[in-house]
């Protein structure tokens, strides 16, 4: 399929900390993040802290980036114990949530029925999904790679119609490349991503394939992201460890931005 200019869609960045950092480390990160968001306006960065520092980095954002979780409730409210719902997450003024994780779907368990519950629940919420789907290293080399992209696809995307999912994000993240320090080269990772969007145009429409934004994640750092983001079907990265250095991260942050002026 032929790929739409990448100015046509805003390259993303997206910064998952994980289990990481304190309160006054997120906060003292967050400003130098925000400088670097609001350095470089073509590009949207949407930064996922832990739960209990969200409040506070939402406030000091102040609208430079997204702030978002690494994950919602499949349920609305109720009794969940140590859930949090897409609609609290609206109520601590983020914009987006992270959905099926490859450290949920497989750390977790988290499977596509569950998924494709959470993805409703953002979705009615009005937050930003940024779903994630990639294969492991097993079914990588032995040639399953485009169809687990495509069962994941179509599993968690079950049930909803192409009219609801106008914010929809895909992030590409190959299990084996996820805080390994090993990246798919950016022919690989575009590869997947076509595969994406054969997925998207089958399920809905052409014109949709081409207006979702697809980003990669998997050891994305200061020295790759130029290289991967310089590719037209990669709109962006998901980044984990390199999103907890400041200036690594801003280089990142800039890379994309670039890719608008390419
Ligand atoms: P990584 O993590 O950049 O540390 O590989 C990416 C992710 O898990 O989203």
């Known amino acids: 399929m032929a790929s739409r200019s990448p100015h046509t869609r805003i390259p993303l960045v ?25 350095a ?13 520092y969200l409040a506070a980095i939402a406030e000091l954002a102040a609208g430079a ?10 349920e609305t409210s109720g009794a969940f114990t140590g859930q ?6 609206i109520d601590t003024s ?4 992270l959905i099926g994780h490859s450290e949920r779907r497989h750390g977790l368990g988290e499977t596509d029925a569950i998924l494709t519950r959470k993805l409703a629940r953002a979705i009615e919420a009005g937050l930003m999904p940024v779903l994630c789907v990639g294969e492991t290293l097993a079914e990588r080399e032995s040639n399953r790679a ?20 106008a914010n929809l994000v895909i992030a590409y993240e190959p299990v084996w490349a996820i805080g390994t320090g090993r ?18 145009a089958d399920l809905y429409s052409a014109r949709f394939a081409e207006r979702t934004r697809v980003i990669y994640g998997g050891s994305v750092n200061a020295k790759n992201a130029a290289d ?11 980044v984990g460890g390199a999103s907890l250095n400041a200036a690594d991260f801003a280089t990142i942050i800039a890379a994309a931005a670039a890719r608008c002026q390419a």
């Open 14 to 38: 997206g910064g998952n900390w994980k289990m990481n950092t304190t309160r006054a480390a997120g906060l003292e990160l967050s400003r130098a993040i925000a400088a670097a968001a609001r």
């Open 40 to 52: 470089n306006p073509a590009a949207e960065v949407a930064i996922y802290p832990p739960f209990p």
């Open 65 to 74: 980036f997204r702030v978002g979780g690494q994950d919602c409730s499949a």
């Open 84 to 89: 949090t719902s897409a609609g609290m997450l």
């Open 94 to 97: 983020c914009s987006s949530v």
């Open 146 to 165: 485009h169809d687990v992209i495509d069962a994941q696809l179509r599993g968690s995307l079950a049930g909803h119609p192409e009219a609801s999912l």
């Open 183 to 200: 990246t798919a080269t950016p022919d690989d990772a575009a590869e997947a991503h076509r595969t994406v969007r054969q997925t998207l």
């Open 228 to 238: 991967l983001f310089s590719h037209e079907e990669i709109d962006g990265g998901l």
